[in-house]
């Protein structure tokens, strides 16, 4: 069974800044994904980035990056230049071989101009 | 990229009627699709998996004659909430993993679904 744990359920950042987001995970997996969320309020929910679990190296999208520690099942994602549309609800999730995925409760980001 | 349609994207209805919603890969086949349920404030709880030409698999807790999933094609699926009450008033999405890329899911935009 996963388990995915967030324990920021609010988060603020003043624009341009740099803002880390927390998750935690349990897998009984060796070969799993691990992702970041974005759901604004339209509820669309919008792939950040992707992690396959395999991979030593860090992901990286453009602002958003992730520090994977496999060892400590951590899967953190630092925003960085925070920007206004960056403001939402953040979800961790993990995938299994069952491509099923499991999320995380949430967090909501803030960001102040 | 991959998209997916939900229909309706928002639906009332009178307690004890039935109510479905549909689930659609536009621009690809999707063998398996997946049914999550968010509650306001929450996150998203997995519901069931929909297997194309086959039974649903419902996680622990779901009640299947409940959400009824039917996935006919490798385009569409649907779910039906039957004798729907005020508690299954929520948040539906779906999503769909293309072809061999299963493990990038695409959600569609999410059903709202209030119970009078």
């Known amino acids: 069974a996963q388990t995915v744990t967030q324990s920021q359920p609010e988060m603020s950042v003043q624009e341009a800044e740099t803002v880390t987001l927390s998750c935690t995970y349990d897998?009984?997996?060796?070969?799993?994904?691990l992702f970041w969320y974005k759901q604004p309020p339209s509820r669309q929910m919008i792939l950040v980035i992707r992690?396959?679990?395999?991979?030593?190296q860090n992901a990286t999208e453009n602002r958003f990056s992730v520090n994977f520690q496999k060892a400590a099942k951590s899967f953190s994602l630092k925003i960085s230049d925070s920007q206004l549309g960056d403001a939402a609800m953040y979800f961790c999730a993990s995938m299994d071989s069952s491509y099923k995925l499991i999320f995380g409760s949430g967090t909501r980001l803030l960001v102040r101009p | 990229g991959a998209v997916v349609s939900q229909h309706p994207s928002w639906v009332i209805c009178k307690s004890g009627t039935s109510v479905k919603i549909e689930c659609r890969s536009l621009d690809f086949q999707a063998t398996t699709m997946f049914w999550y349920r968010q509650f306001p404030k929450q996150s998203l709880m997995l519901m069931a998996t929909s297997n194309e030409g086959s039974k649903a698999t419902y996680e622990q807790g779901v009640e299947k004659d409940k959400f009824l999933i039917n996935h006919a094609s490798l385009t569409l699926s649907t779910l039906t909430v039957t004798s729907a009450h005020p508690e299954d008033s929520s948040f539906y999405i779906c999503?769909?993993?293309?072809?061999?890329?299963?493990?990038?899911?695409?959600f569609g935009p999410g059903t709202r679904l209030t119970v009078l």
């Open positions: 992690q396959e679990a395999y991979k030593q």
């Open positions: 999503s769909a993993g293309a072809g061999d890329s299963q493990d990038t899911q695409y």
């Open positions: 897998t009984s997996e060796s070969d799993y994904y």
